[in-house]
């Protein structure tokens, strides 16, 4: 048995079938004009959306480059600015040392100076005067004293100064090592292409960063650590002018006092020769004179002894002739010749006493002041020793300001890093 066919749907009208391929068409025609206004839309789109891109990319790399240029140039500025310090600092660490080096060779004048009135404080007796000589090295100690106050507050001044160097080399190298680190950020940004494996979408890039600054700021604040090191700058070569020329004048102040001291221990040492040789010259004569004196007293007495023998002699003829008998006890020429030989033999004696005691007082005398001049003696000899002494110990000054005028090494200064010159580029 065969099967049926199957039943047949719904049956259109021919009108019906024209409509529906009518409809058909003008719907793949409208479908076709909104595609192609669509693609021709895009197709605007695309073109527009590709220069504004290639425009903004390009604009963007434009200001890249000039606000390189600009750090570029400000990181020129500031190595300039920080070379320059570093500079300075070595020149104000140079006057430094040779402000101490000044303060360090005042050290022996001083110890000469103390020294010196320490052996003239040695003197004894009347020797012991306050003359030029002390006055002069007592002022001359002063006159150190107030030196090396002088110098150790330039020395302080000059470690401040160069402390507050340190201080703006130190901003001037953090903001220079900041310039060089957005510098290279920026050569990065602008060496990135479409291309480049290390680009990626990031999250909320368009935010501003905490700490952000305006150009404005910017601009002040490299200009302000500028400004900051070259007023340290001026300040210390100021600075280094004025120690320099104190040094020149407290020295010559010491070497006008030095030849000055020198000048009263000479001149005090001259008088001292003077004196003792007089006095050398007074013992010796003043020995002669006792000499001639000692002699002179026994000649004295030797006359009166003999004085007494010739009034023994006058009293004996005299007492032998009181024995005459009679009227031969006369008193005639012999009696009246005795009697007077006798007075006048008596006040012989009485005057050759009186000029013995006189002479042997007066020998006394001199044999205590000749005893006095030797002491005198003794003591200006230690004093003229002493005196000697100063002046031989004050050679010291002479041969300490020769060793002064020899070079002096000086061991080069370091920056904070360590290194002699500014090394912050990269290589």
């Not at 006055?135 to 150790?152: C, D, F, G, M, N």
Request: aromatic content about 2%; overall charge negative.
């Amino acid at each position: 048995m065969s099967a049926l066919p199957a039943k047949p749907g719904l049956r259109h009208s021919v009108p019906e079938w024209y409509d529906n391929n009518h409809q058909l068409s003008a719907t793949a025609q409208h479908e076709r004009h909104v595609s192609n206004v669509i693609r021709q839309e895009g197709r605007s789109l695309r073109d527009q959306t590709n220069c504004q891109t290639t425009w903004d990319e390009s604009d963007t790399s434009c200001r890249l480059r000039d606000r390189a240029w600009d750090v570029a140039r400000w990181k020129e500025t500031l190595e300039a600015c920080a070379q320059k310090v570093d500079k300075e600092m070595e020149a104000l660490t140079l006057s430094k040392e040779q402000t101490e080096q000044a303060l360090a060779a005042t050290a022996v004048p001083l110890e000469v100076s103390n020294e010196c009135l320490t052996l003239r404080d040695g003197r004894r007796g009347y020797e012991l005067v306050i003359d030029p000589a002390d006055e002069q090295l007592k002022k001359e100690v002063a006159l150190i004293e107030r030196v090396q106050q002088a110098l150790q507050q330039h020395i302080d001044k000059a470690f401040e100064q160069l402390c507050v160097l340190q201080e703006a080399r130190h901003h001037l190298t953090a903001d220079l090592q900041n310039k060089m680190d957005a510098l290279d950020i920026d050569m990065s940004c602008l060496s990135l292409t479409i291309k480049s494996p290390e680009i990626s979408l990031k999250t909320n890039p368009t935010r501003i960063a905490s700490g952000s600054s305006t150009p404005q700021e910017w601009i002040q604040f490299s200009q302000y650590n500028v400004d900051r090191a070259q007023e340290a700058m001026q300040v210390s070569q100021q600075m280094r002018e004025d120690t320099s020329l104190a040094r020149a004048q407290l020295q010559n102040e010491l070497d006008t006092q030095r030849r000055a001291t020198e000048f009263a221990l000479r001149k005090r040492n001259h008088h001292e020769e003077q004196a003792r040789n007089e006095l050398e010259w007074q013992i010796r004569n003043t020995e002669d004179e006792m000499a001639e004196m000692e002699s002179d007293i026994q000649g004295l007495d030797a006359d009166l002894q003999a004085k007494m023998a010739s009034l023994k002699l006058a009293h004996t003829r005299l007492e032998n002739r009181t024995t005459r008998p009679g009227t031969d006890l006369c008193r005639d020429e012999v009696q009246h010749g005795l009697v007077n030989e006798v007075h006048q033999l008596e006040s012989t004696i009485t005057v050759l006493k009186q000029k013995l005691s006189e002479a042997q007082l007066t020998l006394q005398k001199m044999k205590l002041h000749h005893s006095r001049m030797l002491q005198d003696l003794s003591r200006k000899q230690e004093a003229l020793s002493l005196e000697q002494r100063s002046l031989t110990t004050r050679t010291r000054l002479t041969s300490t300001s020769c060793t002064d005028k020899a070079p002096v090494l000086l061991v080069p200064l370091t920056n904070s890093s360590g290194r002699s010159n500014l090394q912050l580029l990269a290589q």
